[in-house]
């Protein structure tokens, strides 16, 4: 029971990262229906900035925000310079154009900082508490948390306000949206905007337990969109199911099963599941018309 | 003007000359193996453009194929006692018949569902290499046997320019010359719409897989082959990274275009070479150089330099 217990936080652990890196994903495809291979690198960003920061003296909650708002920076640079122009292009194209997005901000990041693992330090203590004879790093309540008020204060703002109600319509319908005199292109720029501030909250949240460095970016941004497409490509509550499914996947079949093959069970579960269900366990039936 | 670009014959001989010509002009031993490296990636990318440019289907998990080649010419010899010749033959039939196996299911998917899916493909293949270490060596890779031919050992840099050079020139010509056949115009049909392409009678699912199966085995023989040129393989060769690579350079290159898979692969090889000079800022660039590339070419380099040309031509 204890064991079981273990697998199960430390799987929501890390689903609860995989999640936020999938709401990234979700965020910017819905808007602009852009798969944005570069959302782990903001996860990498807010790591990376966060114990620049610290190092430098500044107190931990300012070196977060500073790393929020560098990555916030940097995704509306992205969307600015690289998205924008690229309008009207294939989604191949624009899937290249996130990935080479991506690589360039790896070698800045290597540049700027360094290529070596950095740790921050546990919020409140490395004192493991025990919750029914699991011993749990006070680190996963912070990541499980904030998850939650992420996800929370996400809800909130896309259902009860009028510019989140303005992303939902951009969402269903770009063309529509703009008929009734929403601005997409800003409403593209705050999606980038705050894709990169969830992933680089997500990178804050978890380097006290996974470490970061330059090039932590890829893996994740694969699991995050394994996770988007799980729940099923474009809904919200798809993703954050898909993430926590994903990473309680990888802690019970590491546990139970093989420890080496961690990362495959999340790549098999999606092959078996898109045979199964093609849309993901969320997404919509779509009946195509001619 | 473009009846004459198309020639089929006109594109292999182009292609020969340069093969040929190119020695005379190289300073260095150090040039035959990156044009080398340059031929093997244009072969599997001129593949993966019958799947991704021809039939109109994504694979982010092609190195997978490149990986299964280059293994097999690895773990056969040095395992099972296979011949080299004869483990690649077998790396490529293994290929084609996972693809064959796999692309049954896969292919019924669609965009960005049919990319997690041959990413997850991809991921998977290498995870195995990565970490089967007892046969492939794990993280570190594992050095692989000279390939001897008929009692003529295959070796050198110089060699090994004429023979991959030799495997572009074939691929080339099987890849121009499936452009014409019935198979080649019913890929470009389920390209352009797959229901127009199943209501004049085109078998959607049959060609998908064949263009799969076709892609995998091209990626094999590429794989192999750079395997035997390196005498040594990485699990990086089937990795994720050289996936998005391959993708890369046939859309970098031009979709559907197989000169524009040659030209893509020649910029993406030597670009990394050329940019050791600034190694420290190689990855900042590179990733510029694709971002600054996709936006201002976005149908890729051939396809827009000859509507350039062509556009010239006529005014």
């Known amino acids: 029971m204890a064991e079981f217990l273990q697998f199960l936080i430390s799987g929501l652990t890390v689903g609860a990262v995989y999640a936020l890196v999938a709401l990234g994903f979700t965020l910017i495809y819905n808007a602009s229906g852009v798969v944005n291979f570069a959302q782990g690198e903001f996860v990498m960003l807010g790591g990376m900035v966060t114990v620049f920061a610290s190092a430098a003296g500044v107190p931990l909650p300012l070196a977060a925000l500073v790393a929020i708002a560098a990555a916030v920076a940097i995704g509306l640079l992205l969307h600015r310079f690289a998205i924008e122009p690229a309008r009207g292009a294939s989604a191949v194209t624009l899937i290249i154009i996130t990935i080479g997005a991506s690589i360039l901000l790896r070698g800045v990041a290597a540049i700027v900082f360094d290529k070596q693992f950095h740790k921050l330090p546990a919020f409140t203590g490395d004192t493991p508490v025990d919750v029914l004879g699991a011993a749990v790093q006070p680190q996963s309540f912070w990541v499980l948390g904030g998850t939650a008020v992420v996800v929370l204060a996400l809800y909130v703002f896309l259902e009860h306000t009028l510019v989140g109600k303005a992303v939902l319509a951009t969402a269903a319908n770009r063309l529509a949206a703009r008929l009734v005199g929403i601005n997409t292109t800003t409403i593209m720029a705050l999606a980038f905007g705050g894709s990169a501030a969830i992933g680089a909250i997500a990178g804050i949240l978890v380097t006290p337990i996974t470490l970061t460095s330059y090039d932590v970016g890829t893996l994740l941004a694969l699991k995050g969109f394994a996770a988007a497409m799980l729940g099923g490509m474009g809904n919200p509550v798809g993703a954050v199911v898909g993430g926590l499914l994903l990473g309680l996947l990888e802690a019970f079949g590491a546990g139970y099963l093989s420890s080496t093959y961690k990362d495959a069970f999340a790549f098999l579960v999606i092959l078996i599941v898109l045979f199964a269900a093609p849309q993901g366990l969320f997404g919509r039936r779509v009946v195509e018309r001619v | ?315």
């Open chain 2, 1 to 315: 003007m473009r009846a004459l670009v198309n020639q089929r014959f006109v594109t292999l001989l182009i292609l020969a000359v340069v093969i040929a010509i190119l020695p005379f002009v190289f300073p260095s031993s150090y040039y035959f193996r990156v044009a080398s490296l340059v031929w093997v990636s244009a072969l599997a990318a001129i593949g993966l453009n019958i799947l991704m440019g021809q039939a109109g289907q994504v694979s982010l998990g092609h190195a997978a194929f490149f990986g299964i080649g280059a293994y097999a010419v690895a773990i056969g010899p040095t395992h099972l006692g296979i011949p080299p010749w004869a483990a690649l033959l077998i790396g490529a039939v293994l290929s084609g018949v996972l693809a064959y196996l796999v692309g049954r299911p896969i292919l019924r998917l669609k965009g960005h569902y049919l990319a997690i899916a041959t990413l997850g493909l991809g991921v998977l293949v290498a995870l195995v290499i990565t970490t089967e270490s007892r046969w492939t060596g794990g993280p570190d890779g594992m050095p692989v046997e000279r390939l001897t031919l008929f009692g003529w050992r295959v070796s050198g840099s110089y060699t090994w320019y004429w023979v991959t050079g030799g495997l572009l020139l074939v691929g080339t010509w099987i890849a121009l010359n499936l452009d014409e056949t019935p198979t080649g115009r019913a890929f470009r049909a389920l390209h352009d719409s797959e229901i127009a392409a199943q209501v004049v009678g085109v078998d959607v699912a049959r060609f998908k897989l064949q263009a799969f199966v076709i892609a995998a085995i091209y990626a094999s023989l590429a794989g192999s082959a750079l395997a035997f040129m390196n005498g040594f393989i990485n699990p990086d060769q089937a990795g994720f990274l050289h996936s998005v690579e391959l993708v890369t350079i046939v859309v970098l290159g031009g979709l559907g275009s197989v000169v524009g898979s040659i030209v893509g692969a020649a910029v993406l090889v030597t670009l990394p070479q050329a940019l050791t000079v600034f190694q420290e800022y190689e990855h900042l660039l590179l990733g510029l150089i694709i971002i600054v590339a996709m936006i201002f070419m976005r149908n890729g380099i051939v396809p827009s330099l000859s509507n350039l040309l062509l556009r010239r031509a006529r005014s």
